[in-house]
């Protein structure tokens, strides 16, 4: 499957609703036994997720001769059309689930320099907490800690989309607890080969020069 190094979905435009649906799903076989009981078995650790984005509002216009402006229904339908459909997997900034702070990816042990970033969250007081991989980091903004000072240098964020990694060139010593205020996105696909673009109004072109 192909993928589009740090690619985002567009971020910006405009109109999206505040009906935004986050579904996250999981796979559990339920086998029922001739007594009733029932015998359940969950074949992935972690959960999938799915978006529904409603958009009530997307202009399109023909830019003017001076301008490379393309219409909000044109960026979304290029870039749809760029991943090929469900092809090609790319990166989603999620505006309500992007941040945990102080997370720990882990405690040096004088040896270990390798350390996998999850974010955690959930209802603590309860215990009803999920840790998961981080898809991608966002390394412009999220600043990793070593007892609670921060590094600016001496590590890399390494691996692969879905299985990300604060790797420190030096291990850091026993007993140091590595946090982070951690920033990411999430490693995403369109859920289906075609979609829907609906258009229901149109704009003037921008303004020359903007």
């Given at each position: 499957?192909?993928?589009?190094?740090?690619?985002?979905?567009?971020p910006n435009l405009p109109g999206l609703a505040f009906n935004v649906v986050r579904r996250p799903k999981g796979n559990t076989v339920v086998q029922t036994h001739v007594s009733g009981r029932e015998t359940r078995l969950g074949y992935w650790t972690y959960p999938l997720y799915e978006w529904d984005l409603t958009y009530s509002v997307l202009r399109d216009f023909k830019p003017c001769p001076t301008s490379l402006i393309l219409s909000e229904l044109k960026r979304l339908e290029g870039f749809f059309l760029a991943m090929q459909g469900s092809?090609?997997?790319f990166f989603f900034y999620d505006p309500d689930d992007n941040f945990v702070a102080n997370q720990v990816p882990?405690?040096?042990?004088?040896t270990t320099t390798d350390f996998l970033v999850v974010p955690?969250?959930?209802d603590a007081s309860y215990g009803a907490t999920v840790t998961e991989p981080v898809a991608?980091?966002?390394?412009n903004a999220t600043k990793f800690c070593l007892n609670g000072i921060p590094q600016l240098t001496g590590y890399t964020v390494t691996?692969?989309?879905?299985?990300?990694?604060?790797s420190f060139a030096t291990p850091p010593d026993s007993g140091v607890v590595i946090t982070a205020n951690l920033f990411f996105n999430f490693f995403v696909r369109f859920k289906e080969d075609s979609l829907d673009f609906e258009k229901f109004s149109a704009a003037p072109a921008p303004a020359s020069g903007h």
């Open positions: 499957m192909a993928t589009f190094a740090n690619i985002l979905y567009p092809l090609t997997e882990g405690t040096g042990d004088g955690t969250w959930g991608n980091v966002n390394q691996g692969n989309a879905g299985l990300q990694y604060v």
